[in-house]
T-cell receptor
Framework: DAGITQSPRHKVTETGTPVTLRCHQT?????MYWYRQDPGHGLRLIHY???????DKGEVSDGYSVSRSKTEDFLLTLESATSSQTSVYFC?????????????????????FGPGTRLTVL | QKEVEQNSGPLSVPEGAIASLNCTYS??????FFWYRQYSGKSPELIMF????GDKEDGRFTAQLNKASQYVSLLIRDSQPSDSATYLC???????????FGKGITLSVRP
């Protein structure tokens, strides 16, 4: 298994409270992602990072912020949690690249997932 | 909006049968294609990837890609109860290093 951990694994919180989820990797992969997974919606990208301090929004970024101060850690923060943010959150990593038209390494952009965090907002 | 569509499920097959899972995508510029398996309560696990037209085999799994028709499929031969899971199709379009996922299809292999 790729060395990806997420913490906490389970959390119950109340509406309006801030919540931070942590993703930690030991693979030294450049790219990191945060997804949420909900019944009927599949996996949806929240934010992603393509390097230290380099992040960008995904398709469902409202209400979420991220930070990446070092390669191995990617934090997802819910500034003021709402019940609609009750979900399972997955972190993923990837070591990919298209430099000068060539794909680095032997991978073709696959992502590897952490174990997930189940968040309940009451 | 780039889209990845998978058959609505669930799909049920008897043990030993071939399970056929299909996926279509909207972006003709898509470059590589992935199948993930996700057991209930677990995280997605990569089982196959394909980037060239044709078939790619790995054990009991065969991925098939047809870029002209914009579909990718996964065949599971000699299906086993342990194959019962949700299968996610994902597509890499080369834009911003992101994958687009389908909603998944749940496969049930009955003994």
């Amino acid at each position: 298994d790729a060395g990806i951990t997420q913490s906490p694994r389970h959390k119950v919180t109340e509406t309006g409270t801030p919540v931070t989820l942590r993703c930690h990797q030991t693979e030294n992969h450049r790219y990191m992602y945060w997804y949420r997974q909900d019944p009927g919606h599949g996996l949806r990208l929240i934010h992603y990072s393509y390097g230290v301090k380099d992040t960008d929004k995904g398709e469902v970024s409202d209400g979420y912020s991220v930070s990446r101060s070092k390669t191995e850690d990617f934090l997802l923060t819910l500034e003021s949690a709402t019940s609609s943010q009750t979900s399972v959150y997955f972190c993923a990593i990837s070591e990919r690249g298209q430099v000068g038209g060539k794909v680095r390494g032997s991978s073709y952009n696959e992502q590897f997932f952490g174990p997930g965090t189940r968040l309940t907002v009451l | 909006q780039k889209e990845v569509e998978q058959n609505s499920g669930p799909l049920s097959v008897p043990e030993g049968a071939i399970a056929s899972l299909n996926c279509t995508y909207s972006d003709r510029g898509s470059q590589s294609f992935f199948w993930y398996r996700q057991y209930s309560g677990k995280s997605p696990e990569l089982i196959m990837f394909i980037y060239s037209n044709g078939d790619k085999e790995d054990g009991r799994f065969t991925a098939q890609l047809n870029k002209a028709s914009q579909y990718v499929s996964l065949l599971i031969r000699d299906s086993q109860p342990s194959d019962s899971a949700t299968y996610l199709c994902a597509v890499y379009t080369g834009a911003n290093s992101k994958l687009t996922f389908g909603k998944g299809i749940t496969l049930s292999v009955r003994p």
